[in-house]
């Protein structure tokens, strides 16, 4: 991994495309809490999302896939571009500096890494329960931290964490994105649970349930059988066709 993050200046830069790198923001949901998962630099008070270069041999796509593999571990999972950070001041050469020196790498002045970079941001929505990080070698922690206590992030990493969270809320509706989160058959009060978390506030549960029911991709199934009847809520689950003509329409 190290390798391939620094590249070994040794070998043809050719292998990368200089200035343009990829920032991967993972939000964890599980039990009503959403996470995040971050990366911490061995040696340094250093924490960052995960990130890394785009070789010219391969997609965006492809590149964030490897990336967020070559750094956590995780993969098979759908990412989705969000938004692309392009400041004209965008440089970070101090941290950049600390990280290569911590790796015994010693760049010189004009290293390509302290150049201005433009990121391609990308995230994904996951049951962190069934996801299990891995270390790469420049890191010693990689793990799930809760959005409201997170530790301070390098680089603008919390602004591309904070544009991904509002991505993240505004596509609840538009892109249906929490549903693959619950199981296959789920009361409107589990779905307001979910929405809650993410959105992180309450919502009204008789405007809530207005609002889900017209988007009409939901097949109500039966009661469920739980407390007296009278009082046992129904159970619904997504209709594929109908979510499908949605998502068209919407998106």
Same mark, same amino acid.
């Given at each position: 991994?190290?390798?391939r993050?620094?590249?070994?200046?040794?070998?043809?830069?050719?292998?990368?495309?200089e200035?343009?790198s990829?920032?991967?923001?993972?939000?964890?949901?599980?039990?009503?809490? =959403? %996470?995040?998962?971050?990366?911490k630099? %061995?040696?340094?008070?250093?924490?960052?999302?995960? @990130? @890394?270069?785009?070789f010219?041999?391969?997609?965006i796509?492809?590149?964030?896939?490897?990336?967020?593999?070559? !750094?956590?571990?995780?993969?098979?999972?759908?990412l989705?571009?969000?938004?692309?950070?392009?400041?004209k001041?965008?440089?970070? !050469?101090?941290v950049?500096e600390?990280?290569?020196?911590?790796n015994?790498?010693?760049?010189?002045d004009?290293?390509?890494?302290?150049?201005?970079?433009?990121?391609?941001g990308?995230?994904?929505?996951?049951?962190f329960?069934?996801?299990?990080?891995?270390?790469?070698?420049i890191?010693?922690?990689?793990?799930?931290?809760?959005?409201?206590?997170?530790?301070?992030?390098?680089?603008?990493?919390?602004?591309i964490?904070?544009?991904? +969270?509002?991505?993240?809320?505004?596509?609840?509706?538009?892109? +249906?994105?929490?549903?693959? +989160?619950?199981?296959?058959?789920?009361?409107?009060?589990?779905?307001?649970?979910?929405?809650?978390?993410?959105?992180?506030?309450? =919502?009204?549960?008789?405007?809530f349930? !207005? %609002?889900? +029911?017209?988007?009409?991709?939901?097949?109500?199934?039966?009661? %469920?059988?739980? @407390?007296?009847?009278?009082?046992?809520?129904?159970?619904?689950?997504?209709?594929?066709?109908?979510?499908?003509?949605?998502?068209?329409?919407?998106f």
């Amino acid at each position: 991994m190290k390798e391939r993050y620094f590249t070994d200046e040794r070998k043809p830069k050719k292998r990368i495309i200089e200035q343009v790198s990829i920032d991967c923001v993972i939000f964890g949901f599980y039990d009503n809490q =959403l %996470k995040v998962l971050l990366l911490k630099f %061995k040696g340094l008070d250093a924490w960052a999302l995960p @990130g @890394g270069f785009v070789f010219h041999n391969e997609s965006i796509e492809e590149a964030a896939n490897r990336i967020l593999e070559d !750094r956590t571990g995780i993969r098979n999972i759908y990412l989705e571009q969000f938004y692309v950070f392009g400041d004209k001041n965008r440089q970070f !050469r101090e941290v950049h500096e600390e990280v290569m020196y911590k790796n015994s790498i010693h760049p010189q002045d004009n290293h390509w890494l302290f150049q201005r970079f433009i990121s391609i941001g990308f995230y994904a929505l996951v049951d962190f329960s069934k996801v299990t990080p891995e270390l790469d070698d420049i890191s010693e922690i990689c793990g799930w931290y809760d959005i409201e206590d997170m530790p301070l992030l390098s680089f603008d990493h919390p602004q591309i964490f904070q544009k991904a +969270l509002e991505t993240l809320r505004s596509s609840l509706d538009t892109k +249906l994105v929490g549903f693959n +989160l619950l199981p296959e058959m789920f009361t409107i009060g589990e779905l307001q649970s979910l929405y809650e978390t993410i959105l992180g506030k309450k =919502l009204i549960r008789t405007n809530f349930q !207005r %609002k889900i +029911l017209s988007l009409e991709i939901l097949e109500r199934i039966e009661k %469920k059988y739980s @407390g007296g009847s009278h009082k046992a809520p129904y159970l619904y689950r997504m209709d594929v066709a109908k979510c499908e003509v949605f998502l068209k329409t919407h998106f």
